[in-house]
Nanobody
Framework: QVQLVESGGGLVQPGGSLRLSCAASGSIFSFNAMGWYREAPGKDRELVAAIIGGGSTNYGNSVKDRFTISRDNAAKNTVHLFMNALKPEDTAVYYC?????????WGQGTQVTVSP
């Protein structure tokens, strides 16, 4: 059984920064992609950023040049999302996701609120 443990998130002022982390545990030999989606009230869930199994990255258009996703050097099944220049429209529940050949796993979500 795969589990995704998310950490980080919280309340930050516009222009501020936050880091989200996600650690995957369980029987993981490889993955197709690991990263983050977000869901704001009244909106569809959307891709924030992901690391593809080969090491390349993919970002949602609204966060390019502001957010950076990276894989932990020591714990290969852990990814970090560095969020800079945060805007009120970044407010959402952020979900960690891990996609393997067999299944698409989701974390429980962590709230990020950007407000003065």
């Amino acid at each position: 059984q795969v589990q995704l443990v998310e950490s980080g998130g919280g309340l930050v002022q516009p222009g501020g920064s936050l880091r989200l982390s996600c650690a995957a545990s369980g029987s993981i030999f490889s993955f197709n992609a690991m990263g983050w989606y977000r869901e704001a009230p009244g909106k569809d869930r959307e891709l924030v950023a992901a690391i593809i199994g080969g090491g390349s990255t993919n970002y949602g258009n609204s966060v390019k040049d502001r957010f950076t996703i990276s894989r932990d050097n020591a714990a290969k099944n852990t990814v970090h999302l560095f969020m800079n220049a945060l805007k009120p429209e970044d407010t959402a529940v952020y979900y960690c996701t891990l996609e393997t050949a067999a299944y698409h796993y989701w974390g429980q979500g962590t709230q990020v609120t950007v407000s003065p």
